[in-house]
T-cell receptor
């Protein structure tokens, strides 16, 4: 089945530094990947849609300069949290679906990245 | 726009109890419906799905039936186990293009021995 690898699973960084999170589809290609943020005991909030070879589409209220998304190939999307602050601490999850696969198959999710900014 | 409403948790059950988590949706088209499960500290796993009216999705003893007339997709399990303790998300996806999933708020289930 479709597998999405997300790395790192946990990261602790100092305030003001940047952190890169990778989302990689291991056995399929994806022109579109989605990035979500999840606060404790809450649902997933869609942050942005990552489009291979073009600019990401950000949801309203998400700072595109703080959350940089790059989808340089059909198997890799990255989310960089720039100049991280404690309020950016959260659980970040990516998801993808194989190119050409119908919506009825659902999306595959990465295992998530727990970011803690100290 | 599309939306998903599921019952608020947390839900606490004894082992072997019957589980129902209600989920209703609003959508402009004919979406596919999903239940995802999230175990502590992990990402989401697809539990089951249904792509058209009257379809029944099932997996690991869980079932849900796509009811178009009531716009519902309630999750059920006849006998829960401690290992079923997790957060369950109902979601829908429009069947056109690469649109993201629309999630409900999630229901936390705790099963006690």
């Amino acid at each position: 089945g479709a597998v999405v690898s997300q790395h790192p699973s946990r990261v602790i960084c100092k305030s003001g530094t940047s952190v890169k999170i990778e989302c990689r589809s291991l056995d399929f290609q994806a022109t579109t990947m989605f990035w979500y943020r999840q606060f404790p005991k809450q649902s997933l909030m869609l942050m942005a849609t990552s489009n291979e070879g073009s600019k990401a589409t950000y949801e309203q209220g998400v700072e595109k300069d703080k959350f940089l998304i790059n989808h340089a190939s059909l198997t890799l999307s990255t989310l960089t949290v720039t100049s991280a602050h404690p309020e950016d601490s959260s659980f970040y999850i990516c998801s993808a679906r194989p190119l050409g696969q119908r919506a009825g198959y659902g999306y595959t999710f990465g295992s998530g990245t727990r970011l803690t900014v100290v | 726009g599309d939306s998903v409403t599921q019952m608020e948790g947390p839900v606490t059950l004894s082992e072997e109890a019957f589980l129902t988590i209600n989920c209703t949706y609003t959508a402009t088209g004919y979406p596919s419906l999903f239940w995802y499960v999230q175990y502590p500290g992990e990402g989401l796993q697809l539990l089951l799905k249904a792509t058209k009216a009257d379809d029944k999705g099932s997996n690991k003893g869980f079932e849900a039936t796509y009811r178009k007339e009531t716009t519902s997709f309630h999750l059920e399990k006849g006998s829960v186990q401690v290992s079923d303790s997790a957060v369950y998300f109902c979601a829908l996806s429009e069947n056109s293009g690469n649109t993201p999933l629309v999630f409900g708020k999630g229901t936390r289930l705790s099963v006690i021995a």
